[in-house]
């Protein structure tokens, strides 16, 4: 069985992955326009988050292909080479997205905004991680490798509007 199966086989994992985790691989249809990557490698929509965004997987072959996300503002980022790599980062900082910066204090602050409205946030997402049989990254660690993913392959990953031909905005700086 796949991750992606996995997980929507697992009442727990999804929704921990759908909140606060901003991942909700039963929601598979496609973007707010039509994108296509500058490299005409194929994109495959394989969840969405709550607010219009798109998880894609990259090019050809299975769950190991780099995973794109964009959001439906007209931002892009590469965020992880494969499924794994993915859903162990939203397990470990499901608020990558108020970490511009990608630093460990942004992650700690936002982390304590997420406890203050969900005290169990780490029981439930242990509990996802052990579900899918999953072990939690450090913040500083999954942070480290969003930075290194986003900055080195994501430069490869650039994402078009499809009519337009305009490229989408990194989300992440380098």
């Not at 039963?26 to 969840?47: D, M, P, T």
């Not at 503002?73 to 910066?101: I, K, M, N, S, Y």
Request: net charge negative; glycine share 10%; charged share 25%.
């Amino acid at each position: 069985m796949s991750l992606l199966d996995a997980i929507r086989a697992n009442d727990t994992a999804a929704e921990y992955l759908a909140w606060p985790g901003e991942f909700d691989p039963s929601r598979r249809y496609g973007h707010v326009e039509e994108v296509v990557l500058a490299s005409g490698a194929e994109l495959e929509v394989v969840a969405k988050d709550g607010a219009g965004g798109t998880y894609f997987l990259c090019g050809a072959g299975g769950e190991e292909r780099p995973v794109l996300y964009a959001d439906s503002e007209g931002g892009a980022a590469l965020l992880a080479v494969g499924v794994p790599e993915l859903v162990r980062l939203l397990l470990a900082v499901p608020w990558w997205r108020d970490c511009p910066g990608l630093t460990v204090e942004e992650s700690a602050a936002a982390a304590e905004e997420y406890l203050e409205e969900e005290p169990g946030l780490y029981a439930d997402r242990d509990a996802a991680a052990a579900a899918l049989g999953l072990e939690v990254p450090s913040a500083a660690e999954a942070l480290a490798r969003l930075r290194e993913v986003a900055s080195g392959l994501g430069a490869s990953y650039a994402l078009l509007n499809a009519e337009e031909g305009g490229a989408y905005r990194q989300l992440l700086a380098p």
